[in-house]
């Protein structure tokens, strides 16, 4: 049997349990919800990238991904709203040594949080930003959100939505981020190896993660947890350094997936050391 | 497995099998293991869960390649597998366990 399957006891152990508060579970997340697997594959990420795990920080802010802060085994941070990537920063900077990921949902990034992202991204501090998309606000009731495709049925819009979303890895990439990628929690190898590289790789990283909603926005528009999935089969395409003008979400075309910035450029710790403590 | 034409090295292709373990009791019953594993080998059971759930039960356990799929997509962290030892003869069954935690 595989050297991963301890036996503590007479009890067997997923091979994550070692990296899950598994007092805290169950968690809060409903069937058919697509952040417990986009969270198990930042945990594998994480697990097999080697880094030590005592020197990676999860910080994470409100929503229901917010929970993940509190779900994993490591040095988390459950922050106030909108406020990740701040906390964030603040630990990367004060421990320079530390890997820092924050994994967090779309309103907590890009609506309260949204200053943050574009000027972390700007500065290029050096984070790995997960963001899981479920295209609406899940845990106050599935309003409409930044992200929310145009036409998409809503508690705040009951006739459709109005308004045009957020090209995410668009903002991503015209803020300066170094490394943008968007897969669906389908795709659960692409997007751990994405996790896995945008870690080990210096710079600000976005990772893109859609997610079903299947109790707010699932049920109001008529789609399943398993249709949902369906279509992120059938009805994506992975284009890897695709332009990032052509990444909106809408439910008239299908969504591209892939990576699509790598680029390498001096991270703001490495700037800020290069002129205010230059070596002698 | 199924070919269109069979491959000339069929016989030296060890097709892996796999040991599906499920801890029961953590399933919210979004049936994704079952649906998503390429060779069927999971179903959903008739009974339920202390959760009042219905868990993955599984049906076809010679079929298991473990590719571990159900175990990166379940969300729940209540299913995965191991690679059983390559030479238990294929006749013989894998065993699979299902654990009830409290």
Not at chain 1, 207 to 232: F, H, Q, W
Not at chain 2, 29 to 58: D, Q, W
């Amino acid at each position: 049997m595989a050297d991963h399957l301890k036996k503590a006891g007479n009890k067997q152990v997923h091979p994550l349990d070692d990296m899950v508060r598994r007092d805290r579970m169950p968690h809060i997340w409903c069937p058919g919800c697509g952040i417990g697997t986009v969270f198990s594959a930042c945990l594998t990420a994480i697990k097999s990238s080697g880094i030590d795990l005592d020197k990676v920080v999860m910080v994470s802010g409100i929503g229901c991904s917010g929970r993940a802060a509190g779900y994993t085994n490591l040095d988390s941070f459950h922050t106030t709203h909108g406020r990740a990537i701040p906390f964030a920063t603040g630990v990367k900077l004060a421990n320079p040594e530390l890997k820092v990921i924050v994994f967090s949902g779309d309103g907590d990034l890009f609506a309260i949080g949204g200053n943050h992202f574009i000027h972390a991204a700007r500065r290029n501090i050096d984070i790995t930003v997960v963001c899981v998309n479920n295209l609406n606000y899940g845990m106050t009731g599935g309003q409409a959100a930044a992200t929310t495709p145009e036409g998409s049925l809503t508690t705040t819009t009951p006739l459709g939505n109005p308004e045009r979303p957020f090209n995410l890895p668009l903002l991503a990439y015209a803020a300066g981020a170094a490394y943008v990628a968007r897969w669906t929690m389908l795709h659960i190898q692409d997007l751990t190896e994405s996790i896995k590289e945008a870690m080990v790789k210096p710079g600000f990283a976005f990772i893109e993660a859609l997610s079903p909603c299947p109790v707010n926005y699932g049920r109001r528009n008529k789609e399943k947890p398993l249709d949902t999935l369906t279509m992120y089969r059938d009805k994506t395409i992975i284009k890897n350094g695709a332009s990032p003008l052509e990444l909106d979400v809408d439910s008239r075309k299908s969504i591209i997936l892939g990576k699509f910035v790598d680029i390498q450029k001096p991270t703001f710790f490495e700037l800020y050391e290069k002129i205010y403590r230059p070596a002698e | 497995m199924d070919f269109w034409r069979v491959p000339l090295d069929i016989d030296a292709i060890q097709v892996p099998r796999g040991i599906v373990t499920i801890f029961e009791d953590r399933c919210k019953g979004c049936g994704y293991c079952i649906t998503f594993c390429p060779r069927h080998v999971l179903n959903l059971a008739s009974r339920f869960n202390v959760k009042g759930y219905h868990p993955p039960e599984v049906i076809r356990a010679d079929d298991c390649v473990n590719c571990r799929f159900c175990e990166i997509i379940c969300p729940e962290f209540a299913i995965y597998s191991t690679e059983a030892s390559p030479d238990s003869p294929a006749s013989v069954p894998c065993s699979c366990d299902t654990i009830k935690e409290t």
